[in-house]
């Protein structure tokens, strides 16, 4: 998962948006420059910790 992140980059404004339904994970990755690959790793990531968070 790591590889795919840029440490010197700020990623919070992506997850935000997969709290947005409407928007879908390619236009995230055309938008912000992104391999879809990429998006999916961050989304699955992240839900993960919500996930863990709630528990």
């Known amino acids: 998962m790591k590889k795919y992140l840029n440490p010197e980059r700020d990623y919070t404004d992506l997850f ?3 709290d947005s339904e409407e928007i879908k994970e390619d236009e995230i990755a ?19 910790s919500e996930k863990d968070e709630m528990f």
């Open 16 to 18: 935000l948006l997969f």
């Open 30 to 48: 055309r938008d912000m420059n992104l391999e879809l690959q990429t998006v999916r790793s961050i989304k699955k990531q992240w839900y993960d």
